[in-house]
């Protein structure tokens, strides 16, 4: 089996890697804690920590991160530094130099990031640092990251930092949907550094929305944001549904928590048998529906997030993807919990008059199979229980088709 680099990397033995890194740097590194860690099994592991150094201007915590893999560096290793463990190379870079988000390195300082806003004619006026509050939302290392700059008195953008294989189609399909006028968010800026900044939507996010009253929307409504999608949506380049992707998944899963193994592969088997002999489908899809992508007011969407992933496919997988979701929301007190239930339940039988409920269940199952890597790879308190509670909802909407 190949050495995919997860074990050094989340083992203490990453240490001295981190320890030469920071040296060559010309720092001292004092402590250091995993923070994230995303591994593709037999392939490549990418893991970040949390790290205090001393440098000669004084004490500072920094994120450093490090890249594995079984087959030797990738070409944007090299924009990192190369450091050497037995006969293993392995990619070291402090935030924000990530090698494959060179736009970052603009996006996550204040006064760097006013630039680029007062650059493009984002805001009226000038703006300096001082007049942004920047948040980092989210961050995956090497692939993307999503950042809230929020201008004191004035608008709030969020700033997408993407990989250069990835920015002109992530550009266009957001083009595409505001041509059409679907309530994607307006374009502020694109970068030669691969960032696009994004006018936040109006309304509030279905993520609150859900947990007070009255009903945030309606699932016809939900249903209908997806069908307002243009039919050239269909003719974009398609990706894979979440349900191709099940066994990568389950072997990620499986390799965090090897006695669930035998559990997951028959899940997935059972996924495979209901799903393998169905078309592709060709209608227009969002491709990561859920309630984080999408926005509500006065009781009805007014705004959808994240269309990097549209194009051709099958309405269950979008319906199958909130549904998942809203099954997998962790650490809700019970009144919260109750919420989300009593919305499924007014939703899930809506769903089924559109699409078959068989599919919808399976294709939900495989992408709560996705969602459980979540769980070690950002390293939560608790991972393994709340790993082995999404392997249980998988397993649950399976059993109701069996």
Request: net charge negative; aromatic share 6%; proline share 6%.
């Amino acid at each position: 089996m190949s050495d995919d680099g997860a074990g050094l990397l989340s083992s203490a033995a990453v240490g001295d890697l981190l320890a030469a890194a920071v040296d060559h740097a010309g720092g001292t590194l004092r402590s250091w804690l995993l923070d994230h860690i995303d591994a593709n099994p037999q392939s490549s592991t990418t893991a970040t920590y949390s790290a205090v150094v001393d440098w000669p201007y004084g004490r500072r915590d920094e994120l450093l991160g490090v890249s594995a893999r079984a087959h030797g560096l990738s070409a944007t290793d090299s924009r990192a530094e190369i450091f050497a463990d037995g006969e293993r190379e392995v990619a070291v870079w402090l935030y924000p130099n990530d090698p494959d988000l060179p736009g970052l390195v603009r996006a996550a300082y204040p006064e760097s990031l006013a630039a680029v806003l007062h650059a493009y004619r984002a805001v009226p006026g000038a703006v300096t640092g001082a007049d942004l509050d920047l948040e980092m939302i989210a961050y995956r290392p090497r692939r993307r990251a999503v950042l809230r700059a929020s201008v004191r008195g004035g608008e709030t953008f969020y700033v997408k930092v993407l990989r250069e294989k990835m920015f002109q189609d992530v550009r266009n399909r957001h083009r595409l949907l505001l041509d059409a006028g679907v309530p994607a968010p307006p374009i502020a800026a694109s970068t030669p550094d691969f960032l696009l900044v994004l006018h936040e939507l109006r309304g509030t996010p279905l993520a609150r929305a859900i947990f007070a009253e009255p009903a945030p929307c309606t699932a016809e409504q939900l249903i209908g944001v997806l069908d307002a999608m243009p039919a050239t949506v269909a003719q974009l380049e398609r990706r894979p549904p979440w349900s191709d992707a099940v066994d990568h998944y389950t072997r990620m899963v499986a390799a965090a928590l090897p006695d669930q193994r035998t559990r997951l592969e028959q899940i997935a088997a059972h996924i495979h048998a209901g799903l393998d002999q169905l078309p592709l489908g060709n209608e227009a899809t969002h491709g990561d529906f859920h309630e984080g992508q999408v926005h509500v007011g006065g009781g009805r969407v007014v705004g959808i997030l994240d269309v990097d992933t549209i194009g051709p496919g099958r309405r269950a997988d979008d319906l199958a993807c909130l549904i998942a979701h809203l099954s997998t929301i962790q650490r809700m007190n019970a009144a919260q919990a109750a919420r989300v239930h009593g919305l499924l339940q007014a939703w899930v039988p809506v769903f089924d008059t559109r699409v078959d409920p068989v599919e919808l269940r399976l294709r939900a199952a495989a992408v709560i199979i996705s969602l459980a890597t979540g769980p070690y790879r950002g390293q939560e308190p608790n991972w393994e229980r709340e790993t082995l509670l999404m392997v249980d909802s998988a397993e649950a909407l399976v059993r109701q088709v069996l």
